[in-house]
């Protein structure tokens, strides 16, 4: 089983960057495509964007693609997702994932991931 653990959230205006980081413990998860989803009061978990495991390919929701970048650090085992001209929009809690099987492409079916982490705060004010 793996442990994931999301931190850097926080407040920030809009334009502004944060970083997240997403921790995993327990096994390594090179091979494991990772997601990020938000979820904003009274709205759906919706998907951000992912990176498969293997190959580290990267695959985005439109309302973030050429915002946000998601990498991998394999030595440390952790997951980022780089958001840059953050909106008020953009506000949510913010999940890291991990897909139930190796190599697959990561989607925005949340039923395609076993492990979630526990969430973190992003709050862009305008």
């Known amino acids: 089983q793996v442990q994931l653990v999301e931190s850097g959230g926080g407040l920030v205006q809009a334009g502004g960057s944060l970083r997240l980081s997403c921790e995993a413990s327990?096994?390594?998860?090179?091979?494991?495509?990772t997601g990020w989803f938000r979820q904003a009061p009274g709205k759906e978990r919706e998907f951000v964007g992912g990176i498969r495991g293997g190959d580290d390919s990267t695959y985005y929701a439109d309302s973030v693609k050429g915002r946000f970048t998601i990498s991998r650090d394999n030595a440390k085992n952790t997951v980022y997702l780089q958001m840059n001209g953050l909106k008020p929009e953009d506000t949510a809690v913010y999940y890291c994932?991990?897909?139930?099987?190796?190599?697959?492409?990561?989607?925005?079916?949340?039923?395609?991931?076993?492990?979630w982490g526990q969430g973190t705060q992003v709050t862009v004010s305008s």
């Open positions: 994932a991990t897909h139930k099987s190796a190599w697959r492409t990561p989607t925005g079916n949340r039923y395609e991931y076993n492990n």
């Open positions: 327990g096994r390594s998860f090179s091979v494991y495509s």
